[in-house]
């Protein structure tokens, strides 16, 4: 793969990616969300509203988990795509990051409902971290 | 991980908690030698040994013939703890709380409903809300959102539209006990409130269908199921107030107590049911098992309005009466028979259907004789059935029975498979109307997408935990 795809399973689907550290496993996990939702590679997108995102958990699944439920709740609830990260700080157990929105291009074209912990585990190898998420759909 | 199988009967099946350390009790899977190989390739088995390795488990870890794989808890899985020091499991309910089917009989022959099928699937769709972040019809405000989350359907019934004589024909009467608002995210109601009434996406739907098969005349003719007449079933669930409330939970059950959990998998959190997290849970649960209730409620109550103003004739008319409303995902306090005597017990069902046997207290005195009925929908496209609970299915399962199909093709799958194909033609072909707005819904849909669902309610049968009373043969879907 890539930094990052889109996989399914029997009855939902989910997203892999990866990233040389934590910033770069979170901007990937955010771009292949885009992708299974909005169906497109990155764009060059220059959102002009932004949103403010910290989280604090017990480890990077945690974080992934409540960063995408973020992530989804604003292209359902207020129909706006993130498509950019400033960070502020990343590690494993925090995220704090401006979100730079634009308006949802079209509606999603997955109906998702949660981020799931099903089988997540961020694992390192080679100096690179990835993680596999499955989406309730 | 293979595992050692003692076959029971040929539609039982269990790992004995001898044969691995971890567990605590046995697992037992409902399955023909077919199903029990597809669960094992999809690692499905291994969720319900999962399960059977939790402490306090009462009796054993279940599967029903319609086993899938699903986050931690297999979908089909059945597992029951005790009500006053037993574990509730987040991941043992499911994202879509009370996602459930309901059942309207009629008098109306399939004959007369072709003549009118396509202006009843366009006044439905035109009607209800479906497919992804539809809003509802309904502005509420807070508070009236508050009442039917406590009231579920009987605050329909009592303040919208319906019959209260309908109530006991809806599991737990349609409402459970809920008055703890705060228990309740802010998230839970923002993305619940513009979604009461609506029917979602996925493999939701309402369709018409014709009672096509009666296998048995009596509870038929107690559920008021004719042969060759038309039948309405809805399945929708607690839209996204209830993936929110399970995600919240699943959040709160992992802070409180994943550093001291041993889980195999994550997804299998969960805290005991006395605890102040597990309570809240629970009220959370009932808020959005309500949630679902007064959802199918008022589905129903604007289906029923379209065809009196199509076939111009009030419901009594028409004889539009409702069969059943149960839940397939949900976690109930119940009182069964262990080992004798009487237990008061937390039954979780995920993609399971209660089944109480006949004489059972709590099912509606019009059906005490014959049993509560089981509502087991198909594909669309493919057959719908009606079962009954049995005394066996009471002492063999907690009174729980299958759910559906499940899916065999993913959805990207589904799609590339019907990529040449007109699915509504095809349909239509079979006398099946397709109504929806979204195409691509209607690939990942297709029938071919799903298992059999006449294997899974033939080993449902066989293993003599329901007993069939109808088939049901869809002839208009709506789609979300």
Aim: charged share 20%; glycine share 10%.
């Amino acid at each position: 793969m890539g930094n990052y795809e889109i996989f399914a399973t029997t009855a939902d689907m989910g997203i892999r990616f990866k990233g040389r550290d934590f910033r770069g496993l979170y901007e990937n996990a955010l771009a292949g969300l885009n992708l299974l939702l909005f169906g497109s590679r990155r764009r060059k997108i220059h959102g002009h509203e932004s949103a403010y995102f910290s989280y604090c958990g017990d480890g990077p699944e945690n974080v992934l988990v409540n960063f995408l439920a973020e992530i989804l709740s604003l292209a359902y609830q207020k129909k706006k795509q993130v498509v950019a990260l400033a960070f502020v700080h990343a590690d494993g157990c925090r995220l704090e990051a401006r979100l730079q929105l634009a308006p949802c291009p079209f509606e999603p074209k997955v109906d998702i409902k949660s981020a799931t912990y099903h089988n997540l585990r961020v694992q390192e190898h080679n100096g690179m971290k990835s993680a596999a998420v499955v989406f309730d759909v | 991980m293979a595992r050692n199988f003692e076959k029971i009967s040929p539609w039982r099946w269990r790992v004995d908690r001898s044969t691995d350390r971890a567990m605590t009790a046995d697992a037992e899977i409902f399955a023909s030698q077919e199903i029990l190989q597809q669960a094992q390739d999809d690692a499905s088995i291994e969720q319900v040994v999962n399960v059977a390795c939790l402490p306090g488990l009462v009796g054993n870890s279940l599967a029903m013939p319609d086993i899938h794989y699903g986050y931690g808890f297999c979908i089909g899985g059945v597992a029951a703890f005790a009500a006053d020091d037993g574990l509730v499991l987040p991941g043992g309910v499911g994202y879509d709380i009370n996602c459930g089917v309901r059942l309207l009989a009629s008098s109306i022959p399939a004959g007369e409903f072709a003549a009118v099928a396509e202006s009843v699937g366009y006044a439905i769709l035109q009607r209800i809300p479906t497919g992804l972040t539809p809003r509802s019809n309904y502005r509420l405000n807070k508070k009236e959102f508050l009442r039917i989350l406590s009231g579920g359907a009987r605050e329909i019934v009592n303040n919208f539209s319906g019959r209260a004589a309908d109530l006991v024909f809806i599991e737990s009467g349609g409402c459970l006990p809920f008055d703890t608002p705060g228990v309740i995210s802010p998230k839970a109601y923002e993305r619940g409130g513009p979604q009461v009434g609506s029917l979602g996406s996925g493999n939701h739907f309402i369709e018409v269908q014709a009672v096509e098969e009666i296998y048995d005349p009596q509870a038929a003719l107690v559920y008021g199921l004719e042969k060759g007449n038309i039948a309405i079933m809805i399945h929708t669930g607690s839209r996204g107030f209830g993936h929110q409330v399970a995600s919240d939970y699943i959040e709160t059950f992992r802070k409180k107590n994943l550093g001291r959990l041993r889980l195999k998998d994550p997804q299998l959190v969960h805290a005991a049911i006395r605890s102040p997290e597990g309570r809240n849970y629970l009220q959370a649960l009932n808020a959005a098992s309500n949630f679902a209730w007064a959802n199918r409620q008022l589905l129903q109550e604007d289906i029923v309005a379209i065809l009196e103003r199509i076939f111009s004739q009030g419901r009594e008319k028409l004889g539009l009466e409702l069969v059943y409303d149960q839940a397939h995902n949900i976690a109930k306090f119940e009182k069964h028979l262990v080992a004798g005597n009487m237990a008061s017990l937390l039954v979780h069902r995920k993609g399971a259907t209660r089944a109480f046997p006949p004489g059972h207290a709590d099912v509606a005195e019009k059906y005490r004789q014959v049993g509560q009925p089981v509502l087991i929908p198909g594909s669309m496209g493919s057959r719908s059935y009606v079962l009954r609970g049995t005394a066996r299915g009471a002492e063999l399962t907690f009174a729980s029975s299958a759910h559906g199909a499940g899916r065999r093709l993913s959805r990207h799958q589904a799609v590339k498979f019907s990529a040449q194909t007109d699915v509504r033609e095809c349909l239509k072909k079979n006398g099946v109307l397709v109504f929806s707005h979204s195409e691509q819904g209607l690939r990942e849909e297709i029938p071919e997408a799903y298992k059999n669902i006449d294997d899974v309610v033939a080993v449902t049968e066989a293993s003599g935990i329901s007993e069939k009373v109808a088939r049901l043969r869809p002839l208009l879907v709506i789609k979300g």
